[in-house]
């Protein structure tokens, strides 16, 4: 375990000069080990009563399994003491550069052991509701992660290209319309051109990326369970994007409520940066 981080204390100048510049970085000891006991405990309670958004992301042949999960953490307390009350809002409203920081969602992504399942090249944000630049997703293991089995970036993608969300599985458009978007570059074709970022992860670091970074992540060796818990925050300049499609993960009803290029401002996005008790 790394030395932890309290709240009160910043993040070094040159973290938040990296992931401005990078668009991801890592940081060591984040969670306490009591926030960190606390966390497998909301995983471990999320795995054995998954929502309804949950799904099975790997093959049937498979021989591990690759379970996610999304926006559970308003009924999940372990969950939400995390997002609220640990170092999360605070970290993140420093690499935002922002004012503020509200929770937009939770995501639980678990890779059992042996799981061929990769996880190809994305961007999260053309998934999404939300427009704007100041955004932060954590990715937060709570098992030792290898190198080789870690989240992958490539630096500086998140400079503005949106590139077409197609499903993992099968790669169909279920988004933005066919060529609406820039497609995906043979990224691992041409590592000269697509510098790329990975970190070996103990329990309770992180890794912080903007929402339009590229990233992938492999499958999983013999013995090594990849459980991991993903939190995302949204700063000062997001907007609603108004979609004409299901979005994912989905919030139905938020158009009714909230008009395209309004602030995120709704009950299922509280600000919890700056602390108010």
């Known amino acids: 375990m790394h030395p932890t981080m309290p709240y009160h204390c910043p993040l070094a100048p040159e973290t938040i000069q990296a992931f401005a510049r990078d668009g991801a970085v890592v940081v060591r000891g984040a969670l306490t080990p009591d926030e960190l006991t606390l966390l497998v405990q909301g995983i471990e309670h999320n795995l054995a009563d998954l929502s309804p958004l949950a799904l099975v992301a790997s093959e049937p042949d498979d021989p591990g399994r690759f379970v996610e999960d999304f926006c559970t953490w308003q009924t999940n307390g372990a969950y939400r003491r995390i997002l609220t009350e640990s170092a999360l809002p605070r970290i993140a409203a420093e690499l935002m550069q922002s004012r503020t920081a509200r929770i937009y969602h939770d995501h639980l992504l678990v890779k059992e052991a042996g799981t061929r399942q990769p996880t190809p090249w994305h961007q999260d944000q053309p998934y999404y509701n939300v427009s704007g630049r100041q955004n932060v997703s954590f990715w937060m293991p709570v098992d030792p992660v290898p190198l080789a089995s870690t989240l992958r970036f490539v630096a500086g993608s998140h400079a503005g290209t949106w590139y077409m969300p197609r499903t993992f599985r099968d790669q169909q458009a279920r ?19 697509f510098r790329q970022l990975g970190w070996a992860l103990e329990p309770g670091d992180l890794v912080a990326f903007q929402m339009l970074t590229l990233h992938a992540s492999s499958g999983t060796g013999p013995g090594q369970r990849r459980r991991v818990f993903s939190a995302r925050y949204l700063g000062d300049d997001s907007r609603h994007a108004v979609r004409a499609w299901r979005t994912s993960p989905p919030f139905p009803g938020l158009a009714e409520r909230l008009p395209d290029g309004a602030p995120m401002e709704d009950a299922l996005f509280p600000v919890v940066w700056p602390r108010t008790a």
């Not at 988004?175 to 051109?193: C, H, M």
Request: without cysteine; proline residues 16%.
């Open 175 to 193: 988004w933005f319309p066919e060529g609406a978007l820039a497609e995906l570059p043979a990224i691992d074709e041409q590592p000269e051109r």
